[in-house]
Protein backbone atom coordinates (compact mmCIF):
# COMPACT_ATOMS: atom_id res chain seq x y z
CA UNK A 1 0.00 0.00 0.00
CA UNK A 2 1.68 3.21 -0.98
CA UNK A 3 1.44 5.87 1.90
CA UNK A 4 -0.98 8.93 1.41
CA UNK A 5 1.38 11.45 2.79
CA UNK A 6 -1.58 12.36 4.89
CA UNK A 7 -1.69 11.39 8.80
CA UNK A 8 -5.53 10.94 9.51
CA UNK A 9 -7.02 9.45 12.61
CA UNK A 10 -9.59 7.71 12.78
CA UNK A 11 -10.20 7.46 9.40
CA UNK A 12 -11.99 4.50 9.54
CA UNK A 13 -14.83 6.23 11.65
CA UNK A 14 -17.64 8.52 9.58
CA UNK A 15 -17.34 12.39 10.91
CA UNK A 16 -20.12 13.00 13.14
CA UNK A 17 -22.04 16.02 12.84
CA UNK A 18 -24.07 18.57 15.61
CA UNK A 19 -27.30 17.02 14.77
CA UNK A 20 -25.85 13.53 15.62
CA UNK A 21 -24.68 15.11 18.89
CA UNK A 22 -28.26 16.47 19.50
CA UNK A 23 -29.77 13.28 19.20
CA UNK A 24 -27.54 11.27 21.76
CA UNK A 25 -27.81 13.85 24.22
CA UNK A 26 -31.75 14.29 23.64
CA UNK A 27 -32.10 10.57 24.03
CA UNK A 28 -30.03 11.01 27.26
CA UNK A 29 -32.16 13.86 28.72
CA UNK A 30 -35.49 12.12 27.80
CA UNK A 31 -34.89 9.88 30.43
CA UNK A 32 -34.37 11.90 32.87
CA UNK A 33 -37.47 13.92 32.09
CA UNK A 34 -35.63 17.23 31.20
CA UNK A 35 -34.65 18.82 27.84
CA UNK A 36 -32.16 20.47 26.04
CA UNK A 37 -32.83 24.06 27.68
CA UNK A 38 -31.71 22.57 31.14
CA UNK A 39 -28.06 22.36 29.45
CA UNK A 40 -28.26 26.19 28.35
CA UNK A 41 -26.67 28.25 31.21
CA UNK A 42 -27.85 32.47 31.30
CA UNK A 43 -25.07 34.64 32.31
CA UNK A 44 -26.61 37.86 34.44
CA UNK A 45 -25.94 39.90 31.07
CA UNK A 46 -28.52 37.67 29.22
CA UNK A 47 -25.71 35.91 27.34
CA UNK A 48 -26.59 31.83 26.56
CA UNK A 49 -23.96 29.68 27.50
CA UNK A 50 -24.27 26.84 24.97
CA UNK A 51 -23.08 23.18 26.07
CA UNK A 52 -21.32 23.17 23.22
CA UNK A 53 -19.76 25.01 20.50
CA UNK A 54 -18.23 24.16 16.74
CA UNK A 55 -17.16 26.30 14.08
CA UNK A 56 -20.82 27.68 13.39
CA UNK A 57 -20.47 29.59 16.47
CA UNK A 58 -17.13 31.38 15.07
CA UNK A 59 -17.09 34.66 16.02
CA UNK A 60 -15.48 37.64 14.29
CA UNK A 61 -11.45 37.27 14.00
CA UNK A 62 -10.11 38.72 16.80
CA UNK A 63 -6.86 39.88 15.58
CA UNK A 64 -3.90 39.55 15.71
CA UNK A 65 -1.75 40.17 19.79
CA UNK A 66 -0.25 43.88 19.37
CA UNK A 67 -2.19 44.59 17.17
CA UNK A 68 -6.02 47.07 17.16
CA UNK A 69 -8.22 45.44 18.33
CA UNK A 70 -5.96 44.39 20.98
CA UNK A 71 -8.52 41.59 21.72
CA UNK A 72 -5.69 38.97 21.69
CA UNK A 73 -3.74 40.93 23.55
CA UNK A 74 -1.70 44.31 23.96
CA UNK A 75 1.24 43.27 23.45
CA UNK A 76 2.50 41.64 20.18
CA UNK A 77 5.03 38.81 22.80
CA UNK A 78 1.30 38.53 24.59
CA UNK A 79 2.20 37.27 28.12
CA UNK A 80 5.05 35.60 27.10
CA UNK A 81 7.45 37.48 29.52
CA UNK A 82 4.94 37.23 32.31
CA UNK A 83 2.39 39.63 34.16
CA UNK A 84 3.19 42.03 36.83
CA UNK A 85 2.01 40.51 39.87
CA UNK A 86 0.97 43.40 42.08
CA UNK A 87 0.28 43.09 46.03
CA UNK A 88 -1.61 45.39 47.64
CA UNK A 89 -1.28 46.28 51.47
CA UNK A 90 -3.15 48.31 53.59
CA UNK A 91 -0.57 49.07 56.26
CA UNK A 92 2.72 50.89 56.77
CA UNK A 93 5.00 48.00 57.15
CA UNK A 94 8.31 47.84 55.43
CA UNK A 95 8.87 44.59 56.48
CA UNK A 96 6.15 43.39 54.72
CA UNK A 97 6.99 45.23 51.04
CA UNK A 98 10.46 44.00 51.27
CA UNK A 99 9.47 40.41 51.96
CA UNK A 100 6.49 40.46 49.11
CA UNK A 101 9.05 41.51 46.45
CA UNK A 102 12.24 39.87 47.86
CA UNK A 103 9.80 37.01 47.09
CA UNK A 104 8.18 37.26 43.62
CA UNK A 105 6.44 40.53 44.03
CA UNK A 106 7.20 42.88 40.76
CA UNK A 107 4.73 46.11 41.95
CA UNK A 108 3.25 47.38 45.17
CA UNK A 109 -0.20 48.86 45.64
CA UNK A 110 -0.92 51.19 48.60
CA UNK A 111 -4.26 51.00 49.73
CA UNK A 112 -5.54 53.82 51.81
CA UNK A 113 -2.25 54.36 54.05
CA UNK A 114 -1.72 57.80 55.65
CA UNK A 115 0.84 59.43 52.79
CA UNK A 116 2.93 60.42 55.04
CA UNK A 117 4.54 56.86 55.31
CA UNK A 118 4.93 56.58 51.84
CA UNK A 119 9.21 57.78 52.37
CA UNK A 120 9.40 55.70 55.10
CA UNK A 121 7.46 52.40 53.49
CA UNK A 122 9.54 52.72 50.43
CA UNK A 123 12.91 53.34 51.84
CA UNK A 124 14.38 50.10 50.79
CA UNK A 125 12.76 49.94 47.38
CA UNK A 126 14.34 50.27 43.97
CA UNK A 127 11.60 52.66 42.78
CA UNK A 128 13.12 52.28 39.05
CA UNK A 129 12.62 48.60 39.45
CA UNK A 130 9.69 47.92 41.82
CA UNK A 131 6.41 50.19 40.02
CA UNK A 132 4.11 51.78 42.79
CA UNK A 133 0.38 52.45 42.57
CA UNK A 134 -1.21 54.31 44.71
CA UNK A 135 -5.16 54.41 46.20
CA UNK A 136 -6.15 56.90 48.74
CA UNK A 137 -9.84 57.56 47.51
CA UNK A 138 -10.97 60.66 48.10
CA UNK A 139 -7.47 62.11 49.06
CA UNK A 140 -5.95 61.27 45.96
CA UNK A 141 -5.14 64.65 45.52
CA UNK A 142 -2.70 64.58 48.76
CA UNK A 143 -1.34 61.02 48.07
CA UNK A 144 -0.52 61.69 44.77
CA UNK A 145 1.22 64.72 45.46
CA UNK A 146 3.64 62.83 48.28
CA UNK A 147 4.24 60.24 46.05
CA UNK A 148 5.18 62.44 43.59
CA UNK A 149 7.85 63.89 45.93
CA UNK A 150 9.20 60.58 46.61
CA UNK A 151 9.38 59.66 42.99
CA UNK A 152 11.13 63.62 43.01
CA UNK A 153 13.55 63.40 45.89
CA UNK A 154 14.96 59.51 45.05
CA UNK A 155 18.29 59.11 42.68
CA UNK A 156 16.08 57.53 39.95
CA UNK A 157 16.03 59.33 36.80
CA UNK A 158 12.28 60.09 36.43
CA UNK A 159 12.42 58.17 32.95
CA UNK A 160 12.67 55.21 35.04
CA UNK A 161 10.00 55.81 37.28
CA UNK A 162 6.50 53.80 36.20
CA UNK A 163 3.09 53.49 38.45
CA UNK A 164 0.40 55.38 38.94
CA UNK A 165 -0.79 58.40 40.95
CA UNK A 166 -4.20 56.85 41.37
CA UNK A 167 -6.63 59.55 41.34
CA UNK A 168 -9.78 58.36 40.45
CA UNK A 169 -12.34 61.13 41.29
CA UNK A 170 -15.34 59.44 39.45
CA UNK A 171 -14.78 55.81 41.63
CA UNK A 172 -14.72 58.15 44.80
CA UNK A 173 -18.18 59.02 43.58
CA UNK A 174 -19.15 55.64 42.95
CA UNK A 175 -18.09 54.87 46.16
CA UNK A 176 -19.30 57.46 48.52
CA UNK A 177 -21.66 59.88 46.75
CA UNK A 178 -19.32 62.54 47.06
CA UNK A 179 -19.35 64.61 43.53
CA UNK A 180 -16.01 63.91 41.48
CA UNK A 181 -13.31 66.26 42.15
CA UNK A 182 -11.97 67.00 38.32
CA UNK A 183 -10.13 69.58 39.50
CA UNK A 184 -7.99 67.73 42.11
CA UNK A 185 -7.01 65.72 39.06
CA UNK A 186 -6.10 68.89 37.35
CA UNK A 187 -3.76 69.56 39.88
CA UNK A 188 -1.71 66.85 39.89
CA UNK A 189 -0.95 66.76 36.05
CA UNK A 190 1.64 69.54 36.18
CA UNK A 191 4.73 67.45 38.46
CA UNK A 192 3.13 64.14 37.01
CA UNK A 193 4.01 65.04 33.71
CA UNK A 194 7.45 65.23 34.28
CA UNK A 195 7.70 61.19 34.41
CA UNK A 196 7.25 60.69 31.45
CA UNK A 197 6.55 56.87 32.38
CA UNK A 198 4.10 57.67 34.95
CA UNK A 199 0.15 57.00 34.61
CA UNK A 200 -1.57 59.61 36.91
CA UNK A 201 -5.49 58.06 36.81
CA UNK A 202 -6.88 54.53 37.61
CA UNK A 203 -10.38 54.01 35.96
CA UNK A 204 -11.51 51.56 38.25
CA UNK A 205 -14.33 49.05 37.70
CA UNK A 206 -14.36 47.83 41.27
CA UNK A 207 -17.01 49.26 42.74
CA UNK A 208 -19.38 48.60 40.13
CA UNK A 209 -18.85 44.91 40.54
CA UNK A 210 -18.32 44.89 44.10
CA UNK A 211 -22.32 47.00 43.87
CA UNK A 212 -23.12 43.08 42.32
CA UNK A 213 -23.25 44.28 38.93
CA UNK A 214 -22.35 41.90 35.71
CA UNK A 215 -19.37 41.80 34.25
CA UNK A 216 -20.79 43.60 30.98
CA UNK A 217 -22.17 46.13 33.45
CA UNK A 218 -18.41 47.19 34.99
CA UNK A 219 -16.80 47.26 31.42
CA UNK A 220 -19.67 49.74 30.53
CA UNK A 221 -19.45 51.88 33.03
CA UNK A 222 -15.76 51.89 33.21
CA UNK A 223 -15.81 52.65 29.41
CA UNK A 224 -18.00 55.39 30.15
CA UNK A 225 -15.30 56.32 33.26
CA UNK A 226 -12.62 56.32 30.55
CA UNK A 227 -14.82 58.72 28.40
CA UNK A 228 -15.20 61.03 31.19
CA UNK A 229 -11.41 61.49 31.33
CA UNK A 230 -10.59 61.65 28.24
CA UNK A 231 -12.51 64.16 27.56
CA UNK A 232 -11.67 66.47 31.09
CA UNK A 233 -7.79 65.34 30.22
CA UNK A 234 -8.19 66.93 25.99
CA UNK A 235 -9.74 70.27 27.80
CA UNK A 236 -7.18 70.50 30.00
CA UNK A 237 -4.70 70.89 26.83
CA UNK A 238 -3.57 67.11 26.56
CA UNK A 239 -3.87 65.67 23.11
CA UNK A 240 -5.71 62.31 22.98
CA UNK A 241 -2.69 60.46 22.98
CA UNK A 242 -1.31 61.92 25.78
CA UNK A 243 -4.20 61.50 27.44
CA UNK A 244 -4.40 57.96 26.67
CA UNK A 245 -1.22 57.03 28.11
CA UNK A 246 -2.35 58.55 31.80
CA UNK A 247 -4.68 55.74 32.29
CA UNK A 248 -4.83 52.45 33.88
CA UNK A 249 -7.80 50.17 34.16
CA UNK A 250 -9.00 47.86 37.10
CA UNK A 251 -11.11 45.17 37.13
CA UNK A 252 -12.31 42.17 39.19
CA UNK A 253 -11.31 39.02 38.40
CA UNK A 254 -13.82 36.27 39.31
CA UNK A 255 -13.90 32.02 39.67
CA UNK A 256 -15.85 31.83 36.74
CA UNK A 257 -12.68 30.99 34.70
CA UNK A 258 -14.06 31.81 31.16
CA UNK A 259 -16.12 34.54 31.59
CA UNK A 260 -13.31 36.25 33.26
CA UNK A 261 -11.09 35.34 30.28
CA UNK A 262 -13.67 36.92 27.96
CA UNK A 263 -14.38 39.86 29.93
CA UNK A 264 -10.54 41.12 30.43
CA UNK A 265 -10.37 40.46 26.14
CA UNK A 266 -13.38 42.13 25.98
CA UNK A 267 -12.43 44.82 27.53
CA UNK A 268 -9.36 45.74 25.51
CA UNK A 269 -11.48 45.52 22.49
CA UNK A 270 -14.14 48.01 23.15
CA UNK A 271 -11.59 50.75 24.75
CA UNK A 272 -9.52 49.94 21.07
CA UNK A 273 -12.73 50.97 19.75
CA UNK A 274 -13.19 54.07 21.85
CA UNK A 275 -9.40 55.13 21.24
CA UNK A 276 -9.40 54.04 17.67
CA UNK A 277 -12.41 56.79 17.19
CA UNK A 278 -10.55 59.34 19.43
CA UNK A 279 -7.64 59.31 16.85
CA UNK A 280 -5.06 57.42 18.88
CA UNK A 281 -5.61 53.68 18.96
CA UNK A 282 -4.01 51.92 22.07
CA UNK A 283 -3.83 48.84 23.78
CA UNK A 284 -5.78 48.80 27.40
CA UNK A 285 -3.23 48.83 30.41
CA UNK A 286 -5.26 46.52 32.43
CA UNK A 287 -4.73 45.61 36.66
CA UNK A 288 -6.78 42.76 37.43
CA UNK A 289 -7.54 41.89 41.14
CA UNK A 290 -9.76 39.06 42.48
CA UNK A 291 -13.11 40.03 43.47
CA UNK A 292 -13.45 41.01 46.13
CA UNK A 293 -17.10 40.18 46.49
CA UNK A 294 -16.55 36.31 46.17
CA UNK A 295 -14.55 36.23 49.26
CA UNK A 296 -15.89 34.68 52.28
CA UNK A 297 -15.13 34.99 55.47
CA UNK A 298 -16.35 31.44 56.98
CA UNK A 299 -14.07 28.72 55.78
CA UNK A 300 -11.93 31.32 54.11
CA UNK A 301 -9.63 28.35 53.41
CA UNK A 302 -11.65 27.85 49.79
CA UNK A 303 -10.46 31.37 48.99
CA UNK A 304 -7.52 30.18 48.02
CA UNK A 305 -9.33 27.87 44.90
CA UNK A 306 -11.20 31.26 44.41
CA UNK A 307 -8.63 33.27 43.81
CA UNK A 308 -6.54 30.46 41.97
CA UNK A 309 -9.08 30.01 39.34
CA UNK A 310 -9.35 33.77 39.46
CA UNK A 311 -5.73 34.60 38.42
CA UNK A 312 -5.96 31.59 36.40
CA UNK A 313 -8.42 33.68 34.29
CA UNK A 314 -7.04 37.02 34.72
CA UNK A 315 -3.58 35.27 33.15
CA UNK A 316 -4.74 33.74 30.49
CA UNK A 317 -7.15 36.68 29.37
CA UNK A 318 -3.90 39.12 29.21
CA UNK A 319 -4.03 41.26 32.26
CA UNK A 320 -0.68 43.42 32.82
CA UNK A 321 -1.06 43.35 36.31
CA UNK A 322 -2.37 41.04 38.64
CA UNK A 323 -3.52 40.97 42.66
CA UNK A 324 -4.51 37.97 44.49
CA UNK A 325 -6.63 39.35 47.45
CA UNK A 326 -5.00 37.07 50.57
CA UNK A 327 -7.65 34.45 51.56
CA UNK A 328 -8.08 36.38 54.86
CA UNK A 329 -9.14 39.25 53.04
CA UNK A 330 -12.79 39.20 53.73
CA UNK A 331 -12.06 38.98 57.48
CA UNK A 332 -9.39 41.82 58.12
CA UNK A 333 -5.87 42.72 57.89
CA UNK A 334 -3.52 39.94 56.36
CA UNK A 335 -0.97 38.30 57.88
CA UNK A 336 2.05 37.33 56.48
CA UNK A 337 1.61 33.29 55.83
CA UNK A 338 -1.98 34.55 53.66
CA UNK A 339 -0.16 37.40 51.73
CA UNK A 340 2.71 34.58 50.94
CA UNK A 341 -0.35 32.45 50.21
CA UNK A 342 -1.24 35.08 47.32
CA UNK A 343 2.18 35.52 45.60
CA UNK A 344 3.19 31.92 45.82
CA UNK A 345 -0.26 31.44 44.04
CA UNK A 346 0.82 33.57 41.10
CA UNK A 347 4.18 32.18 41.28
CA UNK A 348 2.94 28.71 40.70
CA UNK A 349 0.52 29.88 38.03
CA UNK A 350 4.10 31.45 36.15
CA UNK A 351 6.58 29.37 36.73
CA UNK A 352 5.30 26.16 37.34
CA UNK A 353 2.35 26.11 35.36
CA UNK A 354 4.13 28.23 32.18
CA UNK A 355 0.65 30.40 31.87
CA UNK A 356 2.50 33.19 30.26
CA UNK A 357 4.37 30.47 28.26
CA UNK A 358 1.85 30.80 25.68
CA UNK A 359 0.65 33.92 23.45
CA UNK A 360 -3.40 34.20 24.12
CA UNK A 361 -3.73 30.41 24.46
CA UNK A 362 -7.37 30.80 24.93
CA UNK A 363 -7.81 32.73 21.33
CA UNK A 364 -8.80 30.32 18.66
CA UNK A 365 -11.38 28.44 20.84
CA UNK A 366 -15.33 28.75 19.52
CA UNK A 367 -16.68 29.08 22.88
CA UNK A 368 -14.45 31.48 24.49
CA UNK A 369 -14.06 33.97 21.09
CA UNK A 370 -18.10 33.57 21.10
CA UNK A 371 -18.07 34.51 24.79
CA UNK A 372 -15.82 37.51 24.14
CA UNK A 373 -17.63 38.73 21.15
CA UNK A 374 -20.69 38.53 23.06
CA UNK A 375 -20.07 39.94 26.04
CA UNK A 376 -18.25 43.26 24.18
CA UNK A 377 -21.70 43.91 22.38
CA UNK A 378 -23.80 43.87 25.97
CA UNK A 379 -21.25 45.79 27.67
CA UNK A 380 -21.13 48.74 24.74
CA UNK A 381 -25.01 48.57 24.37
CA UNK A 382 -24.95 49.35 28.36
CA UNK A 383 -22.05 52.30 27.78
CA UNK A 384 -24.32 53.77 24.95
CA UNK A 385 -26.68 53.96 27.40
CA UNK A 386 -25.14 55.65 29.53
CA UNK A 387 -23.36 58.42 27.18
CA UNK A 388 -27.04 58.52 26.42
CA UNK A 389 -27.85 59.71 29.98
CA UNK A 390 -25.14 62.63 29.70
CA UNK A 391 -22.40 60.23 30.03
CA UNK A 392 -21.53 58.73 33.58
CA UNK A 393 -21.23 62.46 35.18
CA UNK A 394 -24.96 62.70 34.90
CA UNK A 395 -25.74 59.05 34.81
CA UNK A 396 -24.20 57.41 38.13
CA UNK A 397 -28.23 57.18 39.53
CA UNK A 398 -29.14 55.07 36.19
CA UNK A 399 -26.15 53.26 37.19
CA UNK A 400 -26.87 52.40 40.32
CA UNK A 401 -30.49 51.33 39.50
CA UNK A 402 -29.25 49.12 36.82
CA UNK A 403 -27.00 47.57 39.30
CA UNK A 404 -29.46 46.90 41.82
CA UNK A 405 -31.40 45.24 39.48
CA UNK A 406 -28.81 42.90 38.86
CA UNK A 407 -27.91 42.90 42.58
CA UNK A 408 -31.48 41.51 43.24
CA UNK A 409 -31.52 39.08 40.68
CA UNK A 410 -28.13 37.51 42.31
CA UNK A 411 -29.04 37.65 45.39
CA UNK A 412 -32.04 35.48 44.73
CA UNK A 413 -30.11 33.25 43.14
CA UNK A 414 -27.58 32.94 46.39
CA UNK A 415 -30.71 32.56 48.67
CA UNK A 416 -31.91 29.42 46.59
CA UNK A 417 -28.59 28.44 46.30
CA UNK A 418 -28.79 28.29 42.17
CA UNK A 419 -25.23 30.48 42.86
CA UNK A 420 -23.72 28.31 45.50
CA UNK A 421 -20.45 29.22 47.53
CA UNK A 422 -18.54 26.11 48.71
CA UNK A 423 -18.13 26.63 52.41
CA UNK A 424 -21.16 28.76 53.08
CA UNK A 425 -23.90 28.22 51.66
CA UNK A 426 -23.08 24.11 50.73
CA UNK A 427 -20.66 22.21 52.26
CA UNK A 428 -20.59 24.16 55.84
CA UNK A 429 -18.56 23.17 58.53
CA UNK A 430 -20.29 24.07 61.99
CA UNK A 431 -17.04 22.60 63.74
CA UNK A 432 -14.52 25.12 62.10
CA UNK A 433 -12.02 27.15 63.97
CA UNK A 434 -12.75 30.88 63.61
CA UNK A 435 -9.33 32.85 61.60
CA UNK A 436 -8.64 35.77 63.72
CA UNK A 437 -7.55 38.57 62.33
CA UNK A 438 -7.08 42.54 63.64
CA UNK A 439 -9.75 44.41 61.66
CA UNK A 440 -8.30 46.29 58.45
CA UNK A 441 -8.64 49.96 57.88
CA UNK A 442 -12.07 51.14 57.44
CA UNK A 443 -13.72 51.90 54.15
CA UNK A 444 -17.38 53.86 53.30
CA UNK A 445 -20.01 50.89 53.85
CA UNK A 446 -23.53 51.10 52.15
CA UNK A 447 -25.66 48.39 52.39
CA UNK A 448 -27.65 47.13 49.33
CA UNK A 449 -31.08 47.90 48.45
CA UNK A 450 -33.77 47.43 45.94
CA UNK A 451 -34.16 50.66 44.21
CA UNK A 452 -37.30 52.40 44.95
CA UNK A 453 -38.11 53.32 41.27
CA UNK A 454 -38.50 51.90 37.89
CA UNK A 455 -35.03 51.34 35.99
CA UNK A 456 -34.83 54.05 33.44
CA UNK A 457 -35.07 52.87 29.57
CA UNK A 458 -33.42 53.87 26.77
CA UNK A 459 -34.43 56.92 25.33
CA UNK A 460 -36.85 57.86 22.69
CA UNK A 461 -34.54 58.94 20.07
CA UNK A 462 -32.39 56.54 18.58
CA UNK A 463 -29.89 59.05 16.37
CA UNK A 464 -26.83 60.29 18.17
CA UNK A 465 -26.74 63.54 19.69
CA UNK A 466 -24.82 65.90 22.22
CA UNK A 467 -24.70 63.66 25.34
CA UNK A 468 -25.75 60.28 23.49
CA UNK A 469 -23.87 57.73 22.39
CA UNK A 470 -23.70 56.35 19.15
CA UNK A 471 -25.68 53.27 18.16
CA UNK A 472 -23.11 51.13 16.94
CA UNK A 473 -21.24 47.78 17.58
CA UNK A 474 -17.90 47.91 19.40
CA UNK A 475 -16.13 47.27 15.95
CA UNK A 476 -17.41 49.88 13.45
CA UNK A 477 -19.40 53.46 13.52
CA UNK A 478 -18.97 56.68 14.96
CA UNK A 479 -18.05 57.80 18.85
CA UNK A 480 -18.94 61.43 19.43
CA UNK A 481 -16.09 63.75 20.16
CA UNK A 482 -14.48 63.97 23.84
CA UNK A 483 -14.38 67.22 23.52
CA UNK A 484 -17.80 68.14 23.02
CA UNK A 485 -18.45 68.76 26.67
CA UNK A 486 -16.93 69.49 29.99
CA UNK A 487 -17.90 67.51 32.98
CA UNK A 488 -20.60 68.37 34.97
CA UNK A 489 -20.95 66.67 38.23
CA UNK A 490 -23.41 66.58 40.91
CA UNK A 491 -23.53 64.22 44.08
CA UNK A 492 -25.41 61.11 43.63
CA UNK A 493 -26.14 58.07 45.31
CA UNK A 494 -23.45 55.59 46.51
CA UNK A 495 -22.80 52.15 45.22
CA UNK A 496 -23.00 49.75 48.36
CA UNK A 497 -19.88 47.16 48.71
CA UNK A 498 -21.13 43.52 49.26
CA UNK A 499 -19.78 40.01 49.46
CA UNK A 500 -22.37 37.23 48.13
CA UNK A 501 -22.07 35.22 51.18
CA UNK A 502 -23.27 37.83 53.18
CA UNK A 503 -26.32 36.89 54.09
CA UNK A 504 -25.36 33.45 55.31
CA UNK A 505 -22.63 34.44 57.27
CA UNK A 506 -24.75 36.81 58.76
CA UNK A 507 -26.89 33.75 60.28
CA UNK A 508 -23.89 32.14 60.80
CA UNK A 509 -23.26 34.81 63.15
CA UNK A 510 -26.63 34.98 64.80
CA UNK A 511 -26.51 31.73 65.56
CA UNK A 512 -22.93 31.18 67.09
CA UNK A 513 -23.81 34.43 69.52
CA UNK A 514 -26.47 31.95 70.68
CA UNK A 515 -25.91 30.87 74.41
CA UNK A 516 -26.76 27.35 72.98
CA UNK A 517 -26.60 26.68 69.00
CA UNK A 518 -29.56 26.36 67.57
CA UNK A 519 -30.77 22.97 66.42
CA UNK A 520 -33.12 21.27 63.80
CA UNK A 521 -34.07 17.54 64.66
CA UNK A 522 -33.86 15.52 61.21
CA UNK A 523 -36.27 12.39 61.75
CA UNK A 524 -35.01 10.03 59.58
CA UNK A 525 -37.41 7.22 58.55
CA UNK A 526 -36.30 4.19 57.76
CA UNK A 527 -32.80 2.56 57.15
CA UNK A 528 -29.66 4.70 56.56
CA UNK A 529 -30.11 3.68 52.20
CA UNK A 530 -33.67 5.37 52.57
CA UNK A 531 -33.50 8.71 54.15
CA UNK A 532 -29.36 9.75 53.63
CA UNK A 533 -29.79 11.71 50.75
CA UNK A 534 -32.43 13.63 51.91
CA UNK A 535 -31.56 13.87 55.52
CA UNK A 536 -27.64 15.35 53.97
CA UNK A 537 -29.06 17.45 52.12
CA UNK A 538 -31.53 18.72 54.63
CA UNK A 539 -28.25 18.80 57.19
CA UNK A 540 -26.62 21.29 54.24
CA UNK A 541 -28.99 23.69 54.32
CA UNK A 542 -29.28 23.93 57.95
CA UNK A 543 -26.22 24.17 58.32
CA UNK A 544 -25.19 27.08 56.21
CA UNK A 545 -27.06 29.25 58.72
CA UNK A 546 -25.47 27.68 61.62
CA UNK A 547 -28.04 25.06 62.88
CA UNK A 548 -26.94 21.86 64.10
CA UNK A 549 -28.64 19.04 62.84
CA UNK A 550 -28.75 15.87 65.08
CA UNK A 551 -30.71 12.65 63.27
CA UNK A 552 -32.63 10.01 64.60
CA UNK A 553 -30.01 6.87 62.42
CA UNK A 554 -31.97 4.60 61.04
CA UNK A 555 -35.13 3.85 62.42
CA UNK A 556 -38.59 1.27 62.26
CA UNK A 557 -41.39 2.77 64.06
CA UNK A 558 -43.18 6.22 64.89
CA UNK A 559 -41.70 5.74 68.85
CA UNK A 560 -38.23 5.08 67.38
CA UNK A 561 -38.57 8.81 65.94
CA UNK A 562 -40.13 10.17 68.38
CA UNK A 563 -37.74 9.01 71.76
CA UNK A 564 -34.24 10.02 69.73
CA UNK A 565 -36.67 13.17 69.36
CA UNK A 566 -37.16 14.08 72.93
CA UNK A 567 -33.73 12.94 73.58
CA UNK A 568 -32.10 15.90 71.36
CA UNK A 569 -34.01 18.79 72.90
CA UNK A 570 -34.86 20.08 69.35
CA UNK A 571 -37.75 22.44 68.72
CA UNK A 572 -38.00 21.65 65.42
CA UNK A 573 -37.50 18.46 63.22
CA UNK A 574 -37.40 18.15 59.50
CA UNK A 575 -38.87 14.76 58.04
CA UNK A 576 -35.90 12.35 55.84
CA UNK A 577 -37.27 9.54 54.08
CA UNK A 578 -37.86 8.11 51.11
CA UNK A 579 -41.39 8.55 49.01
CA UNK A 580 -42.37 5.09 49.94
CA UNK A 581 -41.44 6.09 53.66
CA UNK A 582 -43.39 9.21 53.56
CA UNK A 583 -46.12 7.16 52.19
CA UNK A 584 -46.39 5.19 55.19
CA UNK A 585 -45.14 7.13 57.94
CA UNK A 586 -44.91 10.95 57.19
CA UNK A 587 -48.04 11.59 58.46
CA UNK A 588 -48.30 9.58 61.84
CA UNK A 589 -45.17 10.47 62.67
CA UNK A 590 -45.41 13.99 62.12
CA UNK A 591 -48.30 14.39 64.91
CA UNK A 592 -46.48 12.24 66.72
CA UNK A 593 -43.88 14.56 66.82
CA UNK A 594 -46.09 17.84 67.73
CA UNK A 595 -47.59 15.89 70.59
CA UNK A 596 -44.02 15.54 71.57
CA UNK A 597 -43.32 19.43 71.57
CA UNK A 598 -42.34 19.90 68.11
CA UNK A 599 -43.16 23.91 67.37
CA UNK A 600 -42.36 23.71 63.55
CA UNK A 601 -42.19 20.45 61.11
CA UNK A 602 -40.64 20.50 58.07
CA UNK A 603 -40.06 18.05 55.16
CA UNK A 604 -37.34 16.98 52.60
CA UNK A 605 -39.18 17.03 49.60
CA UNK A 606 -42.21 18.89 47.56
CA UNK A 607 -45.02 17.46 48.67
CA UNK A 608 -46.92 15.43 51.27
CA UNK A 609 -50.00 14.19 53.15
CA UNK A 610 -48.71 15.06 56.32
CA UNK A 611 -49.29 18.06 58.79
CA UNK A 612 -46.16 19.85 57.33
CA UNK A 613 -44.94 23.36 57.56
CA UNK A 614 -42.83 23.74 55.11
CA UNK A 615 -40.61 22.03 52.60
CA UNK A 616 -37.40 22.19 51.63
CA UNK A 617 -35.66 21.16 48.49
CA UNK A 618 -33.32 21.88 45.17
CA UNK A 619 -34.33 25.08 44.35
CA UNK A 620 -36.00 26.25 47.16
CA UNK A 621 -35.44 29.48 48.85
CA UNK A 622 -33.24 28.76 51.06
CA UNK A 623 -32.81 31.60 53.05
CA UNK A 624 -36.67 31.95 53.82
CA UNK A 625 -36.06 28.26 55.58
CA UNK A 626 -33.77 29.81 57.52
CA UNK A 627 -35.16 32.94 58.33
CA UNK A 628 -38.22 31.34 59.21
CA UNK A 629 -36.43 28.67 61.03
CA UNK A 630 -34.85 31.47 63.45
CA UNK A 631 -37.88 33.21 64.24
CA UNK A 632 -39.18 29.59 65.22
CA UNK A 633 -36.43 28.81 67.63
CA UNK A 634 -36.19 32.76 68.50
CA UNK A 635 -32.81 33.71 67.54
CA UNK A 636 -32.45 37.44 67.47
CA UNK A 637 -30.09 38.54 64.63
Request: aromatic residues 8%.
Amino acid sequence: MEPSGELALAAEFPTPDREQWLDLVRGVLRKSGADFGSLITTTYDGIDVQPLYTKADRAPDAGFPGLVPFTRGGRPQGAVEGWDVRQQHRVADRNAVMADLENGVTSLWLKGLDPTTYDDVLADVYLDLAPVVIDAGADFLQAGRAMLRVWDQRPVPASEVRGNVGADPLGVQARTGQAADFKALTDLLGKAREFPELRVVVVDGLPFHEAGGSDAQELGASLAAGVAYLRHLTETGLSVAEAVRLLEFRYAASADQFLTIAKFRAARRLWARVTEVAGAPSPQLQHAVTSPAMMTRRDPWVNMLRTTLACFGAGLGGADAVTVLPFDAAIGLSDDFSRRIARNTQSLLLEESKLAGVIDPAGGSWYVERLTDDLAHAAWAWFREIEAAGGLTKAFDLVADRIAVTWERRRANLADRSDAITGVSEFPNLAEQPVIRPSAPEEPVVRPSAPDEPVAGLPASEEPGDGQAPQTSPTGGPLNSFSQRGPTISASRPLPRIRYAQDYEALRDAADACPERPRVFLATLGPVAAHTARASFAANLFQAGGIETPDAGPTKTVQDVVERFRASGARVACLCGSEKSYAELAAPVARALREAGAERILLAGKTSEADIDEYVFTGCPALDVLEHTFEALGVQR
